[in-house]
């Protein structure tokens, strides 16, 4: 009975896996989401090749400058190249975007999966913990902590993670019980298989699938999140290029240099928009047949 109940649990994997490489170029939002982000990226992994300028380095005597061949945006406030600053600015906001939602991702899978599966206690006090962080709004309770913590990417990482793992745990505790009353969670139970490998072999492959798709939309929240901490000097500490800080620097100059606070805002739009797209992709494609 465990070799039909691992059977059945790998058949339905990879009945996922088939479906997705079968229909990923024949859905309209994953491909358009995957070429808006992956554009993204690659400007950001290659932003020494395609900028001339130290995004930190100052001219003043060239302030505020319109686009030239020298400099394809202007400059802003302190003579600093507005497209290099743009470039390396996506470096550490999608960084930082990513690995903030891949601490939470881990930590609300675990223990939603141990929620879920075991129930009682264990799920009433997951139950609490989620009750306690849910009651405050999303950006209050991380804008407060980055506030008691400090400025800086470790204190948003902190912070981030502290309020993320309750969606990702609300998610997969879903899931799972439903997963476990299946006919391959059963069998496996009877077949006297170990409560980690029903977990690990069984039911996480089966269940994970959901958190993926919320953590393409969970990124858009995180990158929104360091841009506004960024604007209210909480997030990446000068001089470090960062998409938050380039709007408020812009933010005295609007009516005279709209540009600066308004290119990086659509770098900010374009952005969750292609996150959004690939997250749409994804739920249907990991949606069975």
């Not at 229909?23 to 950001?44: D, E, K, M, N, Q």
């Not at 913590?149 to 204190?155: D, F, H, S, T, Y």
């Not at 952005?271 to 494609?285: E, P, Q, R, Y």
Request: net charge neutral; charged share 15%.
């Amino acid at each position: 009975m465990g070799v039909a109940a691992e059977a059945l649990a790998e058949a339905s994997v990879v009945e996922h896996r088939r479906g997705f490489r079968r229909r990923w170029y024949r859905t309209p939002s994953f491909v358009a989401g995957v070429a808006i982000l992956g554009t993204i990226v690659l400007a950001a992994i290659c932003a020494p090749l395609i900028t001339t300028h130290d995004p930190t380095s100052q001219d003043l005597l060239h302030t505020l400058a319109g686009p030239s061949w020298s400099h394809p945006l202007g400059t802003d406030d302190l003579g600093r190249d507005v497209w290099s600053r743009l470039a390396y600015g996506a470096r550490i906001d999608l960084r930082v975007a990513f690995l903030a939602v891949l601490f939470p991702f881990v930590i609300g899978t675990t223990i939603g999966l141990l929620s879920g599966y075991y129930g009682r206690f264990v799920d009433s006090f997951t139950g609490w913990l989620v009750n306690v962080v849910v009651a405050f709004p999303f950006y209050v309770l991380i804008i407060a902590l980055v506030f008691a913590l400090g400025p800086g990417v470790r204190n948003i990482y902190i912070a981030i993670t502290i309020v993320g793992w309750v969606s990702y745990t609300r998610i997969v505790r879903g899931e799972v019980l439903v997963a476990k009353r299946r006919e391959y969670v059963l069998a496996a139970r009877a077949a006297g298989l170990s409560d980690r490998r029903i977990l690990l072999r069984h039911l996480f492959p089966n269940v994970v699938t959901q958190a993926i798709v919320f953590a393409m939309s969970d990124i858009v929240l995180d990158i929104l999140a360091i841009v506004t901490l960024g604007y209210v000097g909480l997030g990446v500490q000068p001089p470090t290029p960062d998409w938050g800080r380039m709007i408020a620097d812009g933010y005295p100059y609007i009516t005279t240099n709209w540009e600066l606070s308004t290119i990086p805002g659509v770098a900010v739009v374009i952005t969750a928009l292609g996150l959004s797209l690939l997250a749409d992709g994804l739920a249907d494609l990991l949606r069975p047949e």
